[in-house]
Structure formats: structure tokens, C-alpha cells
């Protein structure tokens, strides 16, 4: 990345997304970029929204809320870390997806909060598919059960699948763990529940994203290679 800034690097970024989906002959609107801006300060971000970049991403809840104040309305903000149930009471409206639910007692407390708000969290249940025990997230196995339970919970709705692929793997083990999540949602998409759409796809991150890409990604998750490495 030698030293470019932040809206270079955003912009590099935007075209290795381009050439990653013209190889995979997918529609150019096909993948969001969502850049991943934890531990950046508010006018990190601000340089990557000088050259369009409305999609951001945050892993703490404490992080977020100190951060949005300082950036337009028209951002939208994901939660990509995993959630503290004693954290979703800092919720509001202006989170656009959860990426990482997964397990009831997050389901319950999103769905007790959105009740109290009457706001209804767009989520995506997190798949540990490298089944690494230092990760989060459902096995592979107990995800059907996982969406028969969503109906029960109507401030809550599922919107696709999200996984972090494992630290140690490869390339070509990480792009394998992306088509069995790939696999596993195409699976399922031809059963109907309520309150459950698999549409999207988050998975990939700086150092795997065109691979993501390539394998269906529809929600790519870039920090270092816009922002640099963290402080």
C-alpha cells in the first residue's frame, strides 16, 4: 500500500472489487463495500466520505455511538464484532444490519429491544463454517433449527449469512470455507420462514476479499487496505 492515503487506497480498493466481479461475470451492483473502521478516528472516516464511502463498519457498540455524531446522516452503519447482549440497549434506528448474531440469548434481548423501540433488526446469523473453536457463531448443522426459531421473534429478521474465515488457513482453504457457506445458504433458500430472506453474503476481509468475491459474496468487510494498519 506503500504510502497512499485513504482515499487512494478506498479507491484501489473499489477497483479490485470491479475486477473481481467481472471475472466472476456478476452484476456490478452486486457487492457492498463495507469499510471496517474500528480503532479509526472520526476523521479517517470522514477522508474515505469525501470520495463516497457511505458504508461503514464497526465491531464495538461504545465505538459506534461515539463515532456517528462526528459523520453525515446519510452513513450507513453495520455492527460486524460480536454483540454483548448488555450492549444492544445502544442500539438505534441508524444500524442498517448485525452481522453477528449468533446464539438465543442475543435473538432474545434484539427482539425484547426492538419491541421496547419498535424498531425490527436486519441481522445475519454468523456460521463458524472453519468450525474454529477461537470463532463465534452456529456450526453448519444447527443453523436450520437456528431459522425455524426466527418466526418467534418478530423485531427480528434474517437477511443472509456471515462467517470469518479461520486466522491460520490459506487462501484456497479460506476461498473453500466461502463456497460451503455459499453452499450451505443455497441449500436453504428454497424453504420459507418467516422473518428469513438469504439474500446476502458477508464474508471476506482485507486480505481475502476477492476470493469472497468470486465465491458470492455480496457484503465484503475492508479495514487495513483503505484505513492502514491500526494504531
Known sequence: MGDLGIQERLLEVRQRILRAIERSNRDNGAVKLLAVSKTQPPASLQEAYQVGQRAFAENRIQEWVEKVPFLPADCEWHIVGRLQ??????????IALIHSLDRF????????????????????????????????GLAPEEVPDFLDSIADYPYVQVRGFMTIGAL???????????????????????????????????????????AAIE?????????????????
Not at 447482549?85 to 441508524?94: G, M, Q
Not at 484456497?172 to 436453504?188: G, H, I, M, P, Y
Open 105 to 136: 440469548s442475543l435473538l432474545e434481548m434484539l427482539n425484547e429491544q426492538g419491541g421496547r423501540q419498535g424498531l425490527t433488526w436486519a441481522t445475519l446469523v454468523q456460521v463458524n463454517i472453519a468450525q474454529d473453536p477461537s470463532k463465534a
Open 85 to 94: 447482549t448488555n450492549k444492544v440497549k445502544y442500539l438505534t434506528d441508524k
Open 215 to 231: 465465491e458470492g459474496a455480496t457484503l465484503v468487510r475492508v479495514g487495513r487496505q483503505i484505513f492502514g494498519e491500526r494504531g
Open 168 to 210: 491460520e488457513a490459506n487462501l484456497q482453504e479460506t476461498r473453500a470455507f466461502f463456497r460451503q457457506l455459499r453452499n450451505l445458504r443455497d441449500s436453504l433458500q428454497s424453504r420459507t420462514w418467516p422473518g428469513v430472506n438469504l439474500q446476502e453474503l458477508s464474508m471476506g476481509m482485507s486480505r481475502d476479499f476477492e
